[in-house]
Every structure is written in structure tokens, then in C-alpha cells.
């Protein structure tokens, strides 16, 4: 088990037991500063964890549209930035484009 794995679960024993990390620490053997530096560090991981995952689906509007005979799919997103897809559309380069987008 990796050490972040073994500290996830002090952390949140610590948190369910109620106590300081300094009283949780002198029952189970740990640094209290330790205590407070896993939890910390683990609250990083998770932030950065939240910005690397893709926005969800709900943030995307999808419209279709139909112009001047020849159909569409618009997209949408929460930021207002519009991408209009005619049919026939290269689906890998979309995706590159979505991607791109969301980071933003």
C-alpha cells in the first residue's frame, strides 16, 4: 500500500474520531505535524485531481441547426463560446477542440 494510501486512512480517522491531531496522535503513535501535513497534502491532491478531470457533461449545451440545406451540430458552452460543426465533421478533431475549450 502506498504511503498516501496508508495516510488517507490516519487522516480520516483522525477527522471521524473528533479529536486534535495532537490527542489522535498520542493514541495511535503519530506526529501531530505529520497529521497535519498528510491532511493537507492530501486536500492539494484532490484539488488537482478536480482540475485535471474533464468538466462534466452538464456544462455543454448541445443545439442542432439546421442552414442553408446543410445540418449542424452548435455547441455551447457554459462560457458562451460557440462551436457550429457541419455534418460530415472529422469526430477525433472535434474532440481535440472540446478538449482545448474546457481547459480554459
Known amino acids: 500500500m502506498a504511503a498516501h494510501d496508508v495516510w488517507a486512512k490516519r487522516v480520516d480517522g ?3 474520531s473528533g479529536l486534535t491531531a495532537a490527542e489522535y496522535g498520542r493514541r495511535h503513535k503519530l506526529s501531530e505535524a505529520s497529521l ?5 497534502r492530501l486536500g ?9 478531470a ?3 457533461m452538464s456544462q455543454l449545451t448541445f443545439v442542432e441547426l439546421a442552414s442553408s440545406g446543410q445540418e449542424a451540430i452548435e ?4 462560457s458562451g463560446t460557440r462551436v ?4 460530415g465533421f472529422d469526430a477525433t478533431a472535434l474532440a481535440r477542440v472540446v478538449d482545448v475549450l474546457e481547459r480554459r
Do not use: N
Open 14 to 16: 483522525w477527522r471521524a
Open 36 to 40: 497535519k501535513w498528510w491532511k493537507w
Open 44 to 52: 492539494a491532491r484532490k484539488v488537482a485531481a478536480r482540475k485535471k
Open 54 to 56: 474533464p468538466a462534466p
Open 75 to 78: 455547441i455551447v458552452f457554459e
Open 84 to 87: 457550429r460543426v457541419p455534418s
